[in-house]
C-alpha cells in the first residue's frame, strides 16, 4: 500500500528523513531480519545509486536518536510496506526514475530480498566529480537519507565488481557522512564491493561503540568470504577505527588503506579549539568556527582539480580550473550542516577518546598497512605520524603526498585505486598474486603515470628515442608496425646501464602496438619489502602499476601461462650494473632457459637491441673498483638485497647491487631495433629437443648482438644524434616533431 511520507516518518517505519524530492524508497526485510533500504537519486547530468545495507549492527549504547529510528524487531510485524517520495505526499510518476517498486512481506524471516541495481554510466573527463559535487550531495543526501539514527552501512550502486572482487569498507572521518570516496567509486567498483559506514550528524555513538559496529561487520564478511581479505580505508578518524578493529583481531586478513590517521590527535591544532568548544559559543562565532576549520582542510585548487582534463592544453586546464573553483566558494556555507556547531565538541572529544583507545592497543596490529600522509596537512602532523606508526606496526608502508592537504581522497589529482594497485596492495586472496591480481590501467593512468611519469618524459625529452622494426622478410622501417600482434611476444634484449631503457621502451611499445611487455624485474626495483633502501619509496609504483613482476622463473611461467606478453632481459643485473668497458657486451646464461617455455605457450620471440647509454652516462667507478675499496663497500653495495641466480657460475651470476659513481653526458640519442620475429608456436614439440633449444637460443643471442653492431654503425649517420641540434630542432615545433633520423636499410 502506498504510504504517506510524514506518516511513515512519525510511525517509527522508516530509517530514513524523506523529502519530496523525486525520490524512490523501497523497504525490504533482510533474510537475517536486518532492513535493506535502497534508493535512486537523479539530478542535474548525472546519477547515483546508494542502498541502505543490511546492518543488524543497531547501536543504542550513549547515542542520541533521532524520531526515525528503526526498531529492526518491530519491521517484522509489518505487513507490506511501500514508501514512495513525491512532490508532496502524494506518489507522482515522473519521480520513479527508472526504478522497479519493492514491497516487504511478512511470513518466512529468512525471505531473501532481491534488489535491482542501476548501473551509473563511466565517468568521462566531462564528467569528473570534484569536492562540488561531495558537497552538493551530502547536502543533498543529509537532507533525504539521513533522519537520525544508529550508525549504517550503505552501497553506491555501481557495475557489478569481479566476481571474486573483495569487499571494502570505507570508515569516514569526521564529517561522518560515508560518502568521502565519492570521486573515487567509479574506479573503485572496478575492484571492489564498497560498503560506507554512514554516521548520522547528531549521532552520539561513542568510539567503542563505531569500534563494535565494524568489527561485527568484518567478522561477519570474513565467515561469509574465508578465502578473500577485508580492505579498511579509513579517513582520519576512520583510520583510527581501522587501526583499532585491526589491534582486537590480528588473526583476520586485514588491508588497512589510512589516509592522515588521528592517531596523532595529542599533537594536533584542532586541540587549540577545545577551550572554545567546551563552553557555550555565541551565535556569530559557533557559525564561523566550523567554516574556518574547513580552511584547514585542504587546498582549494586541489579540490576544483578533479574537473581538470589532464590532457588539456595549459589554457584550457586554467579556465576549467578557474571554472571549478568559482563554483566550489559559494558552497562551502553547507559545510554547517556536514559538522554543525553544536556536534563540533563532541566529535573532537571523541576523536580524542579514539586516539587514546588506539594508541593503547596498536602494538597489536598485525594487518597488511599502509599510510598515506599528506605533506600540507594543517589540522595533524601526518608525515611525522606516518613515520612514527611505520616503526610500531610490523610490515607498514608510507607513502607521501608532499602538496596535498587533510582531505586527500577529496583532492581532484589523486586517485584511490591507483594507489592501491600501484603499490602492490590489491588481491583477491590471502596470498598476493602480481599475474592474477594483475588489472589492466585505464587509458588516464597510461597517460599520466606510465608515458608522462617524469622520469620517462625526462628521458624522452632529452634521449628523442627512434625505434625500428624489422618485417618477416627482413625489411627494416622506422617504427614499430612490423611487430606482430596476432600472439602473444617475449622481447628479448640487451640491458642498458642502469636500466636506463625500460619505461622509454614499455611506454612507447603500449602507444604503438597496443602490447603491454609485462617486464620481469628485480626486487629492488618492484619488491615491496626494499622500498627502504631507495631514494623514493614510490619509485615502484609506476613499474607495478604498469604489470611489472619480480623476476623468476615462476613468475615467468604464470605470466605466459595466462597470455602475457614480456619483456625479458637474460643479462639481468650483470649487464644494467656492467663495468668499465662492458657496454653493449651481453652476459647471458650458457642454458636456454626461455625458449622451450616460449615454445610450450607458441610465444612469438622478437630479439632487440638498444643503444645510447654511453652517450649520456660516464662510470667514474665501476663495481669492481667500489668492492676492492673497504670504505666504498660499505657506503655503495647494497648488502640487505638476497642475491639473484644463485644457482648460475661464471659472469652471468656476479650481479652485486651497486651504486656506481658515475658523471652525466650531453645526451646522445637512443636507438632501439628490433629483429626479426621468431615464431615458435609451429615448433613447439621441435623446440623441446634440447639441441633445438639451445641452437635456437644462441640464435636469438646473435640476433641482438647483429642489432648492436648495426645501431653503433648507423647512427653515425643521423644528423641529430648530437643533442644541441636536436634540441634546436625539436623546439621549433614546441617539442612536438621527433628529429628525425638515418634511414634504415
Given at each position: 500500500m502506498g504510504v504517506?511520507?510524514?506518516?511513515?516518518?512519525?510511525?517509527?517505519?522508516?530509517?530514513?528523513?524523506?523529502?519530496?524530492?523525486?525520490?524512490?524508497?523501497?523497504?525490504?526485510?533482510?533474510?537475517?531480519g536486518c532492513w535493506r533500504i535502497p534508493f535512486v537519486a537523479q539530478r542535474r547530468s548525472w546519477t547515483r545509486s546508494i542502498q541502505l545495507l543490511p546492518a543488524a549492527h543497531a547501536i543504542n549504547s550513549g547515542r542520541r536518536g533521532g524520531e526515525g529510528d528503526l526498531d529492526l524487531r518491530e519491521a517484522k510485524n509489518l505487513e507490506e510496506v511501500?514508501?514512495?517520495?513525491?512532490?508532496?505526499?502524494?506518489?507522482?510518476?515522473?519521480?520513479?526514475?527508472?526504478?522497479?517498486?519493492?514491497?516487504?512481506?511478512?511470513?518466512?524471516?529468512?525471505?531473501?530480498?532481491?534488489?535491482?541495481?542501476?548501473?551509473?554510466?563511466?565517468?568521462?573527463?566531462?564528467?569528473?566529480?570534484?569536492?562540488?559535487?561531495?558537497?552538493?550531495?551530502?547536502?543533498?543526501?543529509?537532507?533525504?537519507?539521513?533522519?537520525?539514527?544508529?550508525?549504517?552501512?550503505?552501497?553506491?550502486?555501481?557495475?557489478?565488481?569481479?566476481t571474486n572482487a573483495p569487499i571494502l569498507l570505507f570508515l569516514p572521518g569526521m564529517d561522518g557522512t560515508g560518502l568521502g570516496l565519492l570521486l573515487h567509486h567509479e574506479s573503485l567498483a572496478r575492484l571492489f564491493e564498497l560498503w560506507c559506514l554512514h554516521i548520522p550528524v547528531h549521532d552520539r555513538t561513542p568510539f567503542t561503540g563505531l569500534v563494535k559496529l565494524v568489527e561485527d561487520t568484518v567478522i561477519q564478511e570474513t565467515k561469509r568470504r574465508p578465502q578473500s581479505p577485508i580492505y579498511l580505508v579509513g579517513d582520519s578518524l576512520g583510520a583510527v577505527l581501522a587501526l583499532a578493529v585491526a589491534a582486537r583481531n590480528p588473526e583476520l586478513d586485514l588491508v588497512l588503506i589510512l589516509s592522515n590517521p588521528a592517531t596523532s590527535f595529542d599533537r594536533s591544532q584542532l586541540q587549540l579549539l577545545f577551550p572554545f568548544l567546551q563552553n557555550t559559543l555565541p551565535s556569530t562565532l559557533s557559525t564561523v568556527v566550523p567554516l574556518l576549520l574547513s580552511f584547514t582542510l585542504g587546498d582549494p585548487l586541489k579540490f576544483a582539480q578533479g574537473r581538470v582534463n589532464n590532457n588539456a592544453s595549459i589554457l584550457q586546464k586554467t579556465e576549467q580550473l578557474s571554472t571549478s573553483l568559482?563554483?566550489?566558494?559559494?558552497?562551502?556555507?553547507?559545510?554547517?550542516?556536514?559538522?554543525?556547531p553544536e556536534m563540533l565538541g563532541w566529535k573532537l572529544s571523541m576523536l580524542h577518546t579514539a586516539a587514546l583507545y588506539t594508541n593503547s592497543r596498536i602494538h597489536a596490529v598485525r594487518a597488511e598497512v599502509l599510510v598515506l600522509a599528506?605533506?600540507?596537512?594543517?589540522?595533524?602532523?601526518?608525515?611525522?605520524?606516518?613515520?612514527?606508526?611505520?616503526?610500531?606496526?610490523?610490515?607498514?608502508?608510507?607513502?607521501?603526498f608532499s602538496e596535498n592537504g587533510h582531505l586527500l581522497f577529496l583532492e581532484g589529482d589523486f586517485n584511490l585505486a591507483t594507489l592501491i594497485r600501484s603499490t602492490g596492495s590489491y588481491r583477491r586472496k590471502h596470498k598476493y598474486d602480481p599475474v592474477?591480481?594483475?588489472?589492466?590501467?585505464?587509458?588516464?593512468?597510461?597517460?599520466?603515470?606510465?608515458y608522462n611519469h617524469q622520469l620517462s618524459t625526462f628521458m624522452r625529452q632529452v634521449t628523442s628515442p627512434v625505434f625500428f622494426s624489422t618485417a618477416e622478410d627482413?625489411?627494416?622501417?622506422?617504427?614499430?608496425?612490423?611487430?606482430?600482434?596476432?600472439?602473444?611476444?617475449?622481447?628479448?634484449?640487451?640491458?642498458?646501464?642502469?636500466?636506463?631503457?625500460?619505461?622509454?621502451?614499455?611506454a612507447e611499445f603500449w602507444k604503438e602496438t597496443g602490447i603491454l611487455l609485462r617486464g620481469l624485474a628485480h626486487p629492488i626495483a618492484v619488491g615491496k619489502m626494499y622500498e627502504d633502501f631507495v631514494p623514493d619509496r614510490a619509485m615502484g609504483d609506476p613499474a607495478r602499476l604498469g604489470g611489472a613482476v619480480l623476476v623468476s622463473g615462476k613468475a615467468m611461467f604464470q605470466l605466459l601461462?595466462?597470455?602475457?606478453?614480456?619483456?625479458?632481459?637474460?643479462?639481468?643485473?650483470?649487464?644494467?650494473?656492467?663495468?668499465?668497458?662492458?657496454?653493449?657486451?651481453?652476459?647471458?646464461?650458457?642454458?636456454?632457459?626461455?625458449?622451450?617455455?616460449?615454445?610450450?605457450?607458441?610465444?612469438?620471440?622478437?630479439?632487440?637491441?638498444?643503444?645510447?647509454?654511453?652517450?649520456?652516462?660516464?662510470?667514474?667507478?665501476?663495481?669492481?673498483?667500489?668492492?676492492?675499496?673497504?670504505?666504498?663497500?660499505?657506503?655503495?653495495?647494497?648488502?640487505?638485497?638476497?642475491?639473484?641466480?644463485?644457482?648460475?657460475?661464471?659472469?652471468?651470476?656476479?650481479?652485486?647491487?651497486?651504486?656506481?659513481?658515475?658523471?652525466?653526458?650531453?645526451?646522445?640519442?637512443?636507438?632501439?631495433?628490433?629483429?626479426k620475429p621468431i615464431r615458435t608456436h609451429d615448433r613447439r614439440e621441435e623446440l623441446q629437443q634440447k639441441d633445438e633449444a639451445d641452437r635456437l637460443y644462441h640464435h636469438v643471442k646473435r640476433e641482438v648482438e647483429n642489432g648492436l653492431a648495426y645501431l653503433q654503425e648507423k647512427r653515425k649517420e643521423d644528423p641529430y644524434r648530437e643533442f644541441v641540434p636536436r634540441v634546436l630542432y625539436e623546439s621549433l615545433s614546441g617539442m612536438k616533431n621527433k628529429a628525425p633520423t638515418f634511414i634504415p636499410e
Open positions: 504517506n511520507v510524514a506518516a511513515c516518518h512519525q510511525a517509527r517505519l522508516v530509517p530514513v528523513a524523506l523529502e519530496a524530492h523525486g525520490l524512490l524508497q523501497k523497504v525490504d526485510i533482510h533474510e537475517a511501500t514508501v514512495l517520495g513525491g512532490s508532496g505526499d502524494q506518489l507522482n510518476e515522473e519521480h520513479l526514475l527508472q526504478a522497479e517498486g519493492v514491497t516487504a512481506s511478512s511470513g518466512n524471516e529468512n525471505r531473501r530480498l532481491e534488489n535491482s541495481a542501476i548501473s551509473t554510466p563511466e565517468v568521462s573527463h566531462e564528467q569528473k566529480l570534484t569536492v562540488r559535487n561531495y558537497i552538493e550531495e551530502v547536502t543533498y543526501f543529509l537532507q533525504c537519507g539521513d533522519g537520525g539514527g544508529a550508525p549504517r552501512w550503505f552501497s553506491p550502486l555501481l557495475p557489478a565488481p569481479p568559482l563554483a566550489l566558494f559559494p558552497l562551502l556555507p553547507k559545510l554547517l550542516e556536514i559538522l554543525p599528506s605533506g600540507s596537512d594543517l589540522v595533524l602532523p601526518s608525515i611525522d605520524e606516518a613515520e612514527r606508526l611505520k616503526k610500531i606496526i610490523p610490515g607498514c608502508r608510507v607513502r607521501f592474477n591480481d594483475f588489472v589492466m590501467f585505464t587509458r588516464d593512468e597510461f597517460q599520466t603515470l606510465i627482413g625489411g627494416v622501417i622506422q617504427g614499430l608496425s612490423n611487430i606482430p600482434t596476432d600472439r602473444p611476444v617475449m622481447l628479448v634484449g640487451y640491458h642498458m646501464f642502469l636500466g636506463l631503457e625500460l619505461g622509454i621502451l614499455v601461462k595466462s597470455g602475457a606478453s614480456v619483456l625479458l632481459f637474460p643479462g639481468g643485473q650483470r649487464e644494467a650494473g656492467h663495468r668499465k668497458g662492458e657496454a653493449y657486451k651481453l652476459f647471458w646464461p650458457e642454458k636456454a632457459e626461455f625458449v622451450r617455455m616460449a615454445a610450450r605457450y607458441g610465444v612469438t620471440i622478437i630479439p632487440f637491441a638498444s643503444v645510447g647509454e654511453d652517450e649520456l652516462l660516464e662510470i667514474l667507478v665501476d663495481a669492481n673498483e667500489i668492492r676492492s675499496v673497504p670504505f666504498l663497500n660499505n657506503l655503495l653495495v647494497v648488502k640487505d638485497v638476497p642475491p639473484l641466480r644463485t644457482n648460475l657460475t661464471g659472469e652471468v651470476a656476479d650481479q652485486p647491487l651497486v651504486a656506481p659513481i658515475m658523471a652525466p653526458k650531453l645526451p646522445g640519442r637512443f636507438y632501439f631495433k628490433f629483429m
